[in-house]
Structure formats: structure tokens, C-alpha cells
T-cell receptor, first 116, second 114 residues
């Protein structure tokens, strides 16, 4: 069974631009979560989607948005990029909830975003 | 608010030896989940072990075991017979049982020396 696939692996953008990151969950998984990882703030929850609906959202500005498609694939969009958005963005999928005991999170390899 | 604290930024261990990583958390919930994830240089977060708070028995997965002290809100990870492939950043994570996000600690870098 293929794991969680994130594309692209690396991305370099300029301040003010926007970016879209993609995540394909493990087949059969309906929940997709996004996390931002930086050296200063560590791992921070962005949002979770389940059956095309956003179920939970972290404490990030409205420039960060996402969506989930009917095939459970998810995209994350960041508009008006700032230098501080440089980070590793991790996507994770699970069968149902956000990392329960019986439905733990399975992570992808992440997308490394650099904003210059 | 729940917080997860990993007080050891880095731990070094020799091959075949044992290392213990500490994790404490703060919560007012009585039932929740705890996890240890491993992140090697490949960046992919890999689930190492998981524990349900209401289960008294400590979880074990091959060379990995936990010491779960609910009253002390402590969840340490023991890696036995350490191998070079165990070198990675290890994250402790908490999730309350009702629907919610996974909260991670700052991580502990494990260095394995031959």
C-alpha cells in the first residue's frame, strides 16, 4: 500500500507570492491533517479535513487555507507569502479521526518551502 | 490548554546500549492518547509506539517500551539495544480522546555512536 505522498518535495518562492502544496493520503484514509514544522516553533497543527469538510483549525492567519477533494486528496494554500512561512509542511492521513489510538497519523515526507 | 514538554534536546547512546527519553504533559483530561514519533533525516514522521491513558499496562513494541506514569503525567520512551538506525529526532505527542489535534513536544535528538 502506498504511503502518504506530498508534492513537491522542495519549493522556493518569493515574498508576496502564493503557493499550493498537495497531499495524497493512504488509500482508504478519509482524514488529512497538515502541520507546519519550524526550528523555532516546532510542530504546529494547521488544519484537518475529513470527507471534504474542515473539522479543526489551528491558530494560523487566514492566509493559510486548505481543501479536500472527493478522493480524499488535499491541498494547502498559502497566499501573500512571508519570510516566516519558510518551513517544512507535513501532511498526515488517518482512517478516521486526527490520530486516535486505533487510527494513528501516517505522515508524508513533507514539502520544504523556502520564502526569499 | 495541553502542553507537551521534552526536556532533553539531545541524547547520545552507544550501539547496543539503552537510552531513555523523557516526556511530561499537562492536561485536565482523564482519558487521552500518547504517542512517540520518530523523524529520521528523510523527514518522514514514523509512529514508534502508542498508549491509551486508561490502560495501566505500559506499551511495548519490540525494542521500544514506555513508562507511563499517569499521576505524574509522564510518558518516557526506552530504546533498548540501540542500533545506528535509531538515530533520529523523537517527538512525544498528546491527543485528547475526544476529537482534536495532535500536540507535539519540541523533540529529542538521539545520536547513536558505534
Amino acid at each position: 500500500k502506498a504511503g502518504v505522498t506530498q508534492t513537491p518535495r522542495y519549493l522556493i518562492k518569493t515574498r508576496g507570492q502564493q503557493v499550493t502544496l498537495s497531499c495524497s493520503p493512504i488509500s482508504g484514509h478519509r482524514s488529512v491533517s497538515w502541520y507546519q514544522q519550524t526550528p523555532g516553533q516546532g510542530l504546529q497543527f494547521l488544519f484537518e479535513y475529513f470527507s471534504e469538510t474542515q473539522r479543526n483549525k489551528g491558530n494560523f492567519p487566514g492566509r493559510f487555507s486548505g481543501r479536500q477533494f472527493s478522493n480524499s486528496r488535499s491541498e494547502m494554500n498559502v497566499s501573500t507569502l512571508e519570510l516566516g512561512d519558510s518551513a517544512l509542511y507535513l501532511c498526515a492521513s488517518s482512517l478516521v479521526g486526527t490520530g486516535t489510538y486505533n487510527s494513528p497519523l501516517h505522515f508524508g515526507n513533507g514539502t520544504r518551502l523556502t520564502v526569499t | 490548554a495541553q502542553t507537551v514538554t521534552q526536556s532533553q534536546p539531545e541524547m547520545s547512546v552507544q550501539e547496543a546500549e539503552t537510552v531513555t527519553l523523557s516526556c511530561t504533559y499537562d492536561t485536565s483530561e482523564s482519558d487521552y492518547y500518547l504517542f512517540w514519533y520518530k523523524q529520521p533525516p528523510s523527514r518522514q514522521m514514523i509512529l514508534v509506539i502508542r498508549q491509551e491513558a486508561y490502560k495501566q499496562q505500559n506499551a511495548t513494541e519490540n525494542r521500544f517500551s514506555v513508562n507511563f506514569q499517569k499521576a505524574a503525567k509522564s510518558f518516557s520512551l526506552k530504546i533498548s539495544d540501540s542500533q545506528l538506525g535509531d538515530a533520529a529526532m523523537y517527538f512525544c505527542a498528546y491527543r485528547r480522546k475526544s476529537w482534536g489535534k495532535l500536540q507535539f513536544g519540541a523533540g529529542t535528538q538521539v545520536v547513536v555512536t558505534p
